[in-house]
Structure formats: structure tokens, C-alpha cells
């Protein structure tokens, strides 16, 4: 039977009853989502892998307590979210401690990989200014708004599964990303970039 047959329930299944590959397949199926949500909290690509993988490894430890109220990827997005804003917030402890960035550029480094599109080396000289703008706008937001609207612009995940890692209401999860989304067009426009 082809693994693309079998559900995520009955993978689980396989797994509780001592099959290692069923879960190999689980995390085959889901590595790609649950990355994009480490890197959409943490922003270091580096962090991202290293919450990943405890996600996958708490989850494997924790999986007899996965009751199917929700879909697995829900679960499984729920434990990643959670590791990751753990890690996030030990990370800031750690850095402000130790030395503050030596300029701007280091310190919107973890926006930039959220916001940045891979561009061309002429478009980013053209847009490099507006990504600059858009990112302090992003900063500026509280966490509920920008952890919303960084999971939102993945484009990876509905808005259940955003209220299940954010804990959060759909409705509310909806309403932050569009107010998030509000607060940085306001925020850009004040700015003088009236094409946004």
C-alpha cells in the first residue's frame, strides 16, 4: 500500500504499536510545515532546525497523549509553535545579556528573512528601502500581531491551525492578522510609501 494511502491517524496508530517508519513517514509528511513555523517565530534558519527537531522528538515522546480531537499536523504545529516561542524567548534573554547588535542590519536580520523574497540583486537595491520600512514595521508590532501575520504570510496554514499554535479563538487569529496588516500599511503610508 502506498504510504500517500495512509492517514495520519493510522501512521500514528503503526507508530504506538512499534513501527519506528510510520513515524519516519509522519515526519516526512510534515518537516516542511513545521519548519516555516519555527523559522515564522524564531527567524534563524539555524534555530529553526534545532526547534524542529525537538519539536519532532517531543512529539515522538508524547504521542500516546494525542487524542485526535485535532488533525496530527494541528498537534504537531502546536508543540513546534511552542518549543519555538520557548527558544525565541530564551535566545532574547541570552542576547540581552550579553551585547546589543552593532548595527541595524544585524538586528532586523531575523526580519529579513521573513520578509525577503529571494530578489534579484537589482530589485533589491530598487525595494531594499521599502523592505527596510516594512520590516520596523513588522518590528513595531506587539508579539500577538506579528506572530499572527508571520504565520499568515507563510501561507502554510489555516486559520485553525494558527488558533491552535497561537491559542487563540479563529475568529481572534483573524482579526490580529488583519489588524496587523492594517497597523503596517498606516505605518508604511506614514512613511511616504503611499504605493503599499
Not at 2 to 30: K, Y
Not at 133 to 156: P, S
Amino acid at each position: 500500500m502506498s504510504t500517500e494511502c495512509v492517514s495520519d491517524v493510522d501512521l500514528v496508530t503503526r507508530t504506538r504499536q512499534g513501527d519506528p517508519a510510520a513515524f519516519g513517514e509522519l515526519v516526512d509528511r510534515h518537516r516542511a510545515a513545521v519548519y516555516r513555523a519555527a523559522l515564522a517565530a524564531l527567524g534563524s534558519h539555524a534555530d529553526a532546525e534545532d526547534a524542529a527537531q525537538d519539536a519532532f522528538l517531543l512529539a515522538y515522546r508524547r504521542l500516546e497523549s494525542f487524542r485526535g480531537e485535532s488533525s496530527f499536523k494541528t498537534w504537531l504545529l502546536t508543540i513546534v509553535w511552542r518549543q519555538a516561542i520557548n527558544k525565541r524567548r530564551s535566545v532574547r534573554r541570552i542576547w540581552s545579556r550579553m551585547v546589543a547588535p552593532r548595527d541595524e542590519d544585524e538586528a532586523s536580520e531575523m526580519m529579513a528573512s521573513v520578509t525577503a523574497q529571494s530578489p534579484t540583486p537589482e530589485e533589491a537595491t530598487a525595494h531594499g528601502e521599502l523592505r527596510h520600512a516594512v520590516q520596523r514595521a513588522i518590528r513595531a508590532l506587539t508579539t500577538k500581531l506579528r506572530d499572527a501575520l508571520l504565520l499568515a504570510q507563510a501561507g502554510d496554514y489555516t486559520y485553525d491551525e494558527m488558533g491552535a499554535m497561537l491559542g487563540a479563538p479563529t475568529g481572534t487569529i483573524k482579526w490580529r492578522v488583519s489588524e496587523a496588516r492594517r497597523l503596517v500599511r498606516t505605518t508604511l503610508r506614514a512613511a511616504g510609501h503611499d504605493d503599499v
